[in-house]
């Protein structure tokens, strides 16, 4: 049972990139996924949470406009599309599988490894 998140880079500030989160192991369509970030020296923080049916998204007021995920027809995968980034968007980003949608991060239960993205000019 894991997630694989993939999908970072470098970026320019005011550019776009998408993320993409994939299962193995169970239905990724039976959990709610959340997508979180840490900067190096802050805490890990909730950037955004899809709903089972992906008709919902709970969104951080940081990335709110911003940000929006989707799950994709297969339901094999959960994409976070990143738009307008800033250097503050920096960091490393991991999805995460749970019952309910919190930016809490002991509300799931198992991680992806993460993916690094760097937004800089």
């Known amino acids: 049972v894991q997630l694989q998140a993939s999908g970072g880079g470098l970026v320019q500030p005011g550019g776009s990139l998408r993320l993409s989160c994939t299962a193995s192991?169970?239905?990724?369509?039976?959990?709610?996924i959340g997508w979180f970030r840490q900067a190096p020296g802050k805490e890990r923080e909730g950037v955004l949470c899809?709903?089972?049916?992906?008709?919902?998204?709970y969104y951080a007021d940081s990335v709110k406009g911003r940000f929006t995920a989707s799950r994709d027809k297969d339901k094999t995968t959960v994409y976070l599309q990143m738009n307008s980034l800033k250097p503050g968007d920096t960091a490393v980003y991991y999805c995460a599988r749970g019952d309910v949608c919190s930016g809490g991060v002991s509300s799931y239960d198992i991680w992806g490894q993460g993916t690094q993205v760097t937004v800089s000019s």
């Open positions: 899809i709903s089972t049916s992906g008709l919902r998204i």
């Open positions: 192991g169970f239905t990724l369509d039976y959990y709610m």
